[in-house]
């Protein structure tokens, strides 16, 4: 299974899931960049994702991925290099505030999301 990171175009945890512009796949030592051309829950699947790391992530998303099997480190910020080698060194931790409420939109708002 890969780990998936949701970044933004300048090579950060991107604010929140919904709004990714893309996607690092990490699989071992390899390191992809993907452009999701479906829905988020889609994306994922088709790229037998097993571990998601994000900042933001709204309830209904992080519930929808954990059924579907999808283990979510939520509330992580920063510049994708220094994530990558915090997972890696097994010192990630995920964020206390991690949820899309405050943005202003509610469950399935988020583009891409659903």
Known sequence: MKTALAVDESDHLSATLGS????ILLSGE???LLVPEE???LFLRKHQVGTLICNG???CMKDLLTSMGIAIIPGVSGEVAGVIA???SGTLVPGEK???ADHGRTCGEC???F
Request: charged share 25%; proline share 9%.
């Open 20 to 23: 990714a512009a893309r996607f």
């Open 30 to 32: 390899e390191r992809t």
């Open 39 to 41: 829905k988020i829950p």
């Open 86 to 88: 915090r997972y890696r």
């Open 98 to 100: 991690y949820s899309c």
């Open 57 to 59: 992530i709204g309830n």
């Open 111 to 113: 583009p891409g999301s």
